[in-house]
T-cell receptor, first 112, second 111 residues
Framework: SAVISQKPSRDICQRGTSLTIQCQVD?????MFWYRQQPGQSLTLIAT?????????ESGFVIDKFPISRPNLTFSTLTVSNMSPEDSSIYLC?????????FGQGTRLTVV | AQSVTQPDIHITVSEGASLELRCNYS??????LFWYVQSPGQGLQLLLK??????LVQGIKGFEAEFKRSQSSFNLRKPSVHWSDAAEYFC?????????FGAGTRLTVKP
């Protein structure tokens, strides 16, 4: 299995600012993903983080708002840009092989 | 398109009682099925998974799930619930690069 570490674990940010979330995996994984979990909701996939190239975004998510980097197989970042209160959510990093996904503990973001 | 339905938003059981959490899926081929648990303030932990073979799958923490193709179901069970099982439970279907999650079932355990 893989252990996925995220930081920060939580943050309170002012609207209009940006926050970068880091995700580190303890072993090489084929794929890495970023999810959003809005309060009381299930998980929604934001994008697939591709090593050395642009991320693949799901419908409703755009690179300008959620730029993602993955410089190597074990590290990725998600930036939440120009934040508004609607961005208050838990952001989860996930990594895995084709048939099993592991999750970080999440970043609880509150935008005020 | 694949999808997952968890009909129960919230379930309350007494400690020591048995538990069954329901999950129904829609998937075009043989599904990959998963159950995850999320404790408050935590990420998701994989309880068990099903790809093929024996339709009764054993997981961690004493959980098991049964795949029933005829009912498109993958219900999670535990014979005796512990207070530490209180959490949110998510059923998911699909491969890692196309995984769909249910809305979740919140489990409360009464003393």
């Amino acid at each position: 299995s893989a252990v996925i570490s995220q930081k920060p674990s939580r943050d309170i940010c002012q609207r209009g600012t940006s926050l970068t979330i880091q995700c580190q995996v303890d072993s090489q994984v084929t794929m890495m993903f970023w999810y959003r979990q809005q309060p009381g909701q299930s998980l929604t996939l934001i994008a697939t983080a591709n090593q050395g190239s642009e991320a693949t975004y799901e419908s409703g998510f755009v690179i300008d708002k959620f730029p993602i980097s993955r410089p190597n197989l074990t590290f990725s970042t998600l930036t939440v840009s120009n934040m508004s209160p609607e961005d208050s959510s838990i952001y989860l990093c996930s990594g895995g092989q084709y048939t099993e996904a592991f999750f970080g503990q999440g970043t609880r973001l509150t935008v005020v | 398109a694949q999808s997952v339905t968890q009909p129960d938003i919230h379930i309350t059981v007494s400690e020591g009682a048995s538990l069954e959490l329901r999950c129904n899926y829609s998937y075009g081929a043989t599904p990959y099925l998963f159950w995850y648990v999320q404790s408050p303030g935590q990420g998701l932990q994989l309880l068990l998974k099903y790809f093929s073979g024996d339709t009764l799958v054993q997981g961690i923490k004493g959980f098991e799930a049964e795949f029933k193709r005829s009912q498109s179901s993958f219900n999670l069970r535990k014979p005796s619930v512990h207070w530490s099982d209180a959490a949110e439970y998510f059923c998911a279907v699909g491969a890692v690069n196309d995984m769909r999650f249910g809305a979740g079932t919140r489990l409360t355990v009464k003393p």
